[in-house]
């Protein structure tokens, strides 16, 4: 017998790519994560999951699997609303999806807060260092930063946010500073890894000039965006970045803004819904928590 509680956790490592990468979204360890799928297998009797050095991937009965537990947990998530709408309040389930590094540090603790002022209603947050792969069930709230490329969701500004060019003072005490994009060509840059966009191709604009792009040759990337601002600071090299997570570093100058005069692509912070139609009280509640929580950037410094 499966339990709504090992289908919502199957849900969960079916949409990562890695049983690593479900630990950090579960908040437990590897060893849990394997250990738990381990037990739910021996139970049905078959295997659930393949695993590789590339990392994991659904058999058909895991398919199988994930999508009864999708249609089960989103009937059970229905009735909950129905059921609390009857009775006038805010209950079920919500589920928000972050990215990972902008999850840790701005969303986890609103998704908590939000639950406490809500006694009736339980949320779980999914943070991913990728684009995630999820089912329309799969999430009520999605976070999202940059480019929007699914046109049928219903994006909600929360806040702006600038991309930076900038680099240490020990780089630039090294290396000097770039004066104009086409110089990043001959510098040492850091590119991050994400959101399968093109990231050696950096685009500038200056006022309502035409827009110009430079391929860079990175010394180093990752996909991590936390690892990508290290080696910044340790002088590695010139680095674009999200203004939430570079402020405080260029407040306290521990990175140099470059090419002032030139502005990269806005990547503002959305919240993302799969309708305009009316939604479930938790959901709108939850969005109304993120607008007032991000009126003010909390990574801009106030008047």
Request: hydrophobic letters at 45%; aromatic letters at 6%.
């Amino acid at each position: 017998m499966i339990t709504t509680d090992d289908l919502r956790f199957f849900l969960s490592l079916a949409v990562t790519r890695s049983l690593a990468e479900a630990a950090r979204a579960l908040d437990v360890t590897p060893p849990a994560v394997t250990q738990r799928l381990h037990a739910l297998e021996k139970r049905l009797g078959v295997r659930l999951v393949n695993r590789s050095g590339r990392g994991t991937a659904l058999t058909d009965e895991g398919r199988l699997l994930a999508l009864r537990a999708e249609q089960i947990c989103g009937e059970l998530g229905d009735l909950a609303d129905e059921l609390a709408g009857r009775r006038g309040v805010v209950a079920g389930h919500l589920r928000v999806v972050a990215p990972l590094g902008f999850g840790q540090r701005y969303i986890a603790g609103l998704v908590a807060e939000f639950r406490g002022h809500s006694e009736n209603v339980t949320a779980s947050l999914t943070l991913s260092d990728g684009p995630p792969r999820l089912a329309a069930d799969d999430w009520d709230v999605m976070v999202h930063i940059g480019e929007l490329r699914d046109s049928t969701l219903v994006a909600y500004p929360l806040a702006p946010n600038r991309r930076v060019l900038c680099a240490s003072p020990a780089y630039l005490a090294r290396r000097g500073a770039p004066a104009k994009p086409e110089d990043l060509r001959g510098h040492d840059c850091i590119a991050l890894r994400e959101n399968d966009e093109d990231v050696t191709l950096w685009r500038f604009k200056q006022g309502r000039g035409a827009a110009v792009g430079v391929r860079v040759s990175p010394v180093l990337s990752s996909n991590a965006g936390e690892t990508a601002v290290e080696w910044a600071l340790a002088g590695h090299g010139i680095i674009v970045r999200s203004e939430w997570d570079v402020a405080a570093h260029v407040r306290e100058r521990r990175l140099v803004p470059l090419l002032a005069s030139w502005s990269l692509p806005q990547a503002n912070v959305v919240a993302l819904v799969k309708s305009r139609q009316e939604l479930p009280a938790r959901t709108a509640g939850f969005l109304a928590h993120l607008r007032a929580a991000f009126a003010t950037p909390p990574w801009r410094e106030k008047p």
